[in-house]
């Protein structure tokens, strides 16, 4: 009696932090880009960045399938999602591409990843049901992360319009039908 107790006290513990363990998973795998790509490791830290986007797209289903959608859930996943989404492929291509621009390169990574914050900070203080408003971080991210595979076919210059171009698009305030 007492062992079916405590196992059904432990999946219950589990179903509860379900998600919130998703994104956390999402955040790590953020991390471990960073630091795949500060060691010179760039594929790792292209495949790292796409598992972090396929963790994503499953911690709010996770949630609303157990009904443990929180605002503290809300919060983590933005900050998992500023890492992965935003630190990670910024330098990434950083470190392929925009060292090579010098100080407008800095800044364009900077604008990318300061832009992706605000859009995070906007979406979580707006109530949007059924819709985006702007281009969502992850979005933008794992198409900065997949333009890794043309970097030795496309001319390193438009990079210097994709950063700003993404970053445009994020805080945007078109709307986008959420999928």
Wanted: proline share 2%; hydrophobic share 50%.
């Amino acid at each position: 009696m007492f062992l079916l107790h405590m196992v059904d006290s432990t999946i219950k513990k589990v179903k509860s932090h379900a998600a919130n363990l998703i994104t956390i998973c999402n955040m790590s795998f953020g991390g471990a880009s960073i630091m795949a790509t500060l060691n010179e490791a760039y594929s790792y830290s292209v495949l790292f960045i796409f598992i972090a986007a396929f963790l994503d797209r499953y911690d709010g289903k996770v949630a609303r399938k157990f009904n443990q959608e929180s605002e503290l859930g809300k919060q983590l996943d933005s900050m998992g999602d500023i890492i992965s989404f935003g630190v990670a492929p910024a330098l990434l291509m950083y470190e392929n591409i925009m060292t090579d621009f010098g100080m407008a390169g800095m800044i364009l990574t900077i604008l990318y990843i300061a832009t992706g914050a605000f859009r995070l900070a906007r979406f979580n203080i707006t109530d949007t049901k059924g819709y985006f408003i702007g281009l969502p971080i992850t979005a933008a991210g794992t198409f900065l992360t997949f333009s890794y595979f043309f970097t030795t076919i496309v001319e390193p210059q438009s990079y210097l319009f994709l950063f700003p171009f993404l970053s445009f698009l994020m805080i945007s305030t078109f709307k986008l039908k959420k999928v």
